[in-house]
């Protein structure tokens, strides 16, 4: 069960960066958050208040600090690809942000069988290659817009780490607020990166209302991000309940093929050779972890 939940949530999360990377080719990045994080609390509170069980203070509390973490991470990840080379703060952030749980998983003794761990390495090694940015959208999370390369290499390498780093700590945290409650850490979660969104725009004195004026469609995608997004989230937390932390964060870390993937279908970009290595060797990969 938990590799089914985990390639699910891959495909939704590539879904929604996807949806997310339209958006931002015309509406300012902040306006699509605003929206994609909205929609989400809109999806995330009723669903949590459907399902049963009570909200928990600990869950509540671990959700919220998901939320502010990976809320921020976007924020740090965006400003990198707006720093510095794509290609270099998209593939180390997508490193990053998966070997940063990994490694607690193994900290806290599990313990995969051989193949297992080639499987592991395999998609390690496509997460990198399949979020290696072209001249199109950066496999990142979530799409962005094309922009133009600049120079600093360096300074992009720290981008990579920090947001790596803060979508390694989301997915650490949700994990954690998963196991204190059910679908309310979730909500908590998007809240957490409304919130974060909110404040940056303050700090940064932007406006978050997005021009209206024929961009309907994509300000219904950004919508549709948050709200695929939410739905994701649900499946990671259930990934990591049903089997082994660290496989669940490594196949729901998959989700930049995903996203390369509806780019070449609905947009018909061209794929670059590393991302065609990179898909198939998570395919590969994903083998190796099922059998």
């Not at 921020?72 to 942000?97: D, H, T």
């Amino acid at each position: 069960m938990v590799i089914l939940l985990g390639l699910a949530a891959a495909v939704l999360y590539g879904t929604g960066d996807f949806l997310g990377g339209l958006a931002t080719r015309r509406v300012p990045v902040l306006a699509v958050l605003l929206l994609a994080e909205t929609a989400g609390v809109i999806v995330g509170l009723p669903a949590a208040a459907m399902w049963p069980g009570p909200a928990r203070l600990a869950g509540l509390a671990w959700g919220i600090s998901a939320g502010l973490i990976g809320g921020a991470g976007l924020i740090i990840f965006y400003s990198g690809l707006a720093a510095g080379p794509m290609s270099v703060v998209a593939p180390v952030s997508g490193l990053v942000s998966t070997v940063l749980p990994v490694a607690v998983a193994l900290a806290e003794g599990e313990r995969p069988t051989a193949t297992i761990y080639a499987g592991a390495l395999l998609c390690l090694a496509a997460i990198v290659l399949a979020s290696s940015a072209g001249d199109g959208n950066p496999a990142g999370r979530p799409g962005a817009a094309p922009q133009p390369r600049l120079p600093g290499a360096g300074r992009a390498l720290g981008y990579g780490i920090a947001s790596g780093a803060s979508f390694g700590l989301f997915f650490l945290l949700i994990r954690n607020a998963g196991q204190s409650g059910e679908l309310w850490p979730v909500a908590a979660g998007r809240i957490g990166e409304l919130a974060i969104v909110l404040a940056a725009a303050a700090v940064l004195r932007r406006s978050l209302i997005p021009p209206s004026a024929g961009r309907r469609p994509l300000l219904l995608a950004a919508a549709a991000a948050g709200a695929i997004d939410v739905i994701a989230n649900i499946c990671y937390v259930a990934a990591t309940r049903t089997g082994m932390f660290g496989l669940a964060v490594v196949l729901a870390s998959l989700y930049p093929g995903i996203t390369v993937l509806l780019a070449r279908a609905a947009l018909g970009e061209r794929l670059r050779r590393v991302q065609q290595i990179g898909l198939g060797l998570a395919a590969i990969g994903i083998i190796l972890v099922t059998t």
